[in-house]
């Protein structure tokens, strides 16, 4: 590669479990890969909900505060709206709109990001508080990094906090 080149990267954190702003996440990560961009998104804390392999509510994780908080969390069936979530009824109505409108869904636009190949990760050290394991994701999670890591990983590229 010439030094003119550029690689086109995007490289996304991602930290809310909200619905909302995964499927922000989700829909940059897609239409970037789509447009030849390497997409590399990170997630840590209640991002990871996005990629556990349970989606629902389980008791997950190793130790009794860990498997509480992992019940809490649920898995990416259970994701909030961040605004005016009404106990958890919006997301459904949200999905319900954006099938109507044709517009792709949360788990769509996951599908969409796994067949586009992008790189998807775990933070350790959320992943460690949480009580998690790699095996606790779905497969297509290429591995679990520190943050020096991804850091290494999204160097040249822009990067976002969502």
Known sequence: MSDNTK???????????????????????????????????????????????????????????????????????????????????????MTYMMRKRNVATLNELVEAAIALNVNLYACEMSMHILGLTKDDFIPEVKGVLGVATFLELSEGGDKLFI
């Open 7 to 93: 690689t086109k990267k995007l490289s996304i954190i991602s930290f809310s479990g909200d619905f909302d702003k995964l499927v922000a996440a989700f829909t940059l990560a897609s239409g970037s890969a789509a447009v030849n961009y390497e997409v590399n998104i990170f997630f840590t804390f209640w991002g990871l909900n996005a990629v556990k392999k349970k989606r629902g509510r389980t008791f997950l994780g190793k130790g009794f505060l860990a498997r509480f908080f992992g019940f809490l969390m649920g898995g990416i069936n259970n994701v909030p709206l961040s605004r005016l979530n009404f106990g958890g009824a919006s997301p459904k109505l």
